[in-house]
C-alpha cells in the first residue's frame, strides 16, 4: 500500500496568522478604533485582502483547507490582545468567528475546485501511462 505524500504544510498556519494578524493591526493604526472591525475599512479592504490571503494559501495547500481560516482568525485575535484588548478575548473569538464565513467559504470553494480539477503535467502522464498499458492488456486477453 502506498503512503500518501507528507506535505509540510505548517507554513500556511503561519502566513495565515500573520497576514489576519497584520491586516488587523493595520486598519486598527490608521482608522484609529479600538478593535479593527469596528472601523468601515475592515469590511472594504480588510475581508477582500483576508479572503485573497486564504486563496493563495488553499491553492498552495488544498488539504483540510478548513484550517486556514481559522489560523487566520487566531492571527486577528492574537493583534487585538496584542492591541490591548485582551479583555475582551471571548467576545472577540465570537465576532471574528462570524467575521471570517467568506475566509471559510473561499477556503472550502478553492479546494473543492483543486479536488475536481485535472491532475497535474506528470500525474497526469502517469495515469495515462498507466491507462495505456490496462488498455493494452484487455485487448491481448480478447480473443
Known amino acids: 500500500m502506498d503512503k500518501p505524500d507528507i506535505v509540510n504544510d505548517g507554513i500556511g498556519h503561519w502566513v495565515a496568522g500573520a497576514v489576519g494578524a497584520l491586516v488587523y493591526i493595520l486598519i486598527a493604526s490608521v482608522g484609529q478604533s479600538p478593535v ?5 475599512s475592515y469590511f472594504v479592504f480588510g475581508w477582500p485582502i483576508l479572503c485573497v490571503g486564504i ?3 488553499t491553492r498552495q495547500f488544498p488539504q483540510r483547507s478548513w484550517r486556514w481560516p481559522l489560523s487566520m482568525m487566531l492571527g486577528q485575535v492574537f493583534a487585538s490582545i496584542l492591541y490591548g484588548n485582551g479583555a475582551t478575548i471571548p467576545i472577540a473569538m465570537i465576532y471574528v468567528t462570524v467575521l471570517s464565513l467568506p475566509q471559510f467559504a473561499v477556503a472550502a470553494l478553492v479546494s473543492s475546485h483543486q479536488a475536481g480539477s485535472p491532475r497535474s503535467g506528470v500525474e497526469s ?7 495505456a498499458t490496462d488498455e493494452q492488456q484487455k485487448q491481448d486477453k480478447q480473443p
Open 55 to 57: 486563496w493563495l494559501i
Open 125 to 131: 502522464d502517469v495515469q495515462t501511462g498507466q491507462d
Open 36 to 40: 479593527a472591525w469596528s472601523s468601515v
